[in-house]
């Protein structure tokens, strides 16, 4: 959070503390999004704004301008209340799911969860996302031509039919 400085309506730099309130009292899961984007970031891919494709982020291996994204990404969390109400019903997962399948993107689930259930304000800081951790988990959908391995050439055309 320090590559930009922020000038309130005071002339004065807000701190770190005052651009998380502020960031934290605009958007409910902001944390969550955060640690998201943080744990995108520190695995070197660059990270969009991912509103086009209904998902909270894009994640591109290079620059924009060079390649496309692979992956669509959600933030989940069970912490999040009704922030985050997207991948609940199956029908919003599958059409989610299909939707990342016609625009040739993986979509990419991160779940987070808080790893310290004693502390109460743990999401009131910026050094909050230290007590949250990432479980990665890719959705495809299955493709029964991939799963045919056990074809010998001369058998492709049977398996095919």
Known sequence: ???????????CIKNEEELWDYMSSKRVNFPILYKAYSHLRTKNWVVRAGSQYGVDFVAYRHHPALVHSE?????????????????????????????????????LVLHISRNCNDCDGASSSPWSINYYSVE???????????SRENCTVAEKESCKS
């Open 1 to 11: 959070m320090k590559c930009i400085k922020i000038v309130g309506q005071n002339n």
């Open 71 to 107: 992956y669509a990404v959600i933030a989940s969390s069970d912490e999040d209340g009704n922030g985050n109400r997207r991948l609940k019903v199956w029908s919003d997962f599958h059409c989610t799911l299909r939707l990342c399948g016609s625009v040739a993107k993986t979509l």
């Open 136 to 146: 990665e988990r890719i959705v495809a959908r299955w493709n029964p031509e991939q």
